[in-house]
């Protein structure tokens, strides 16, 4: 089995900042694609960037130029480093990884199970 662990998430001032880290552990042999998502209340989860395993990015147009997505595949971790926070950014942030399990296996999906951002205006 494969587990996805956030941690990072809390309680910010608009203007401030935070960082989301992502460990992926249990039976891994490669992960190709992390992402994180978003959902806030009442509304259905979206992209806010994902990383290929050789470091390509794509950003959500809500997070380009303030939020920073990196990942340190010897760890199997990705971080999202979160600047100029503002209120419209509260949600729950969602970790997301295909995990290759096992040599020539298709990659597996996995969700983490959340951390929650919360800004205050």
């Known amino acids: 089995q494969v587990q996805l662990v956030e941690s990072g998430g809390g309680l910010v001032q608009a203007g401030g900042s935070l960082r989301l880290s992502c460990a992926a552990s249990?039976?891994?042999?490669?992960?190709?694609?992390m992402g994180w998502y978003r959902q806030a209340p009442g509304k259905q989860r979206d992209l806010v960037a994902t990383?290929?395993?050789?470091?390509?990015?794509n950003y959500a147009d809500s997070a380009k130029g303030r939020f920073t997505i990196s990942r340190d595949n010897a760890k199997n971790t990705v971080y999202l480093q979160m600047n100029s926070l503002k209120p419209e950014d509260t949600a729950v942030y969602y970790c997301?990884?295909?995990?290759?399990?096992?040599?020539?296996?298709?990659?597996?999906?996995?969700w983490g199970q959340g951390t929650q951002v919360t800004v205050s205006s």
């Open positions: 990383i290929t395993a050789g470091g390509s990015t």
């Open positions: 997301n990884a295909d995990v290759v399990r096992k040599w020539f296996s298709d990659p597996q999906n996995y």
């Open positions: 249990g039976s891994i042999f490669s992960i190709n694609a």
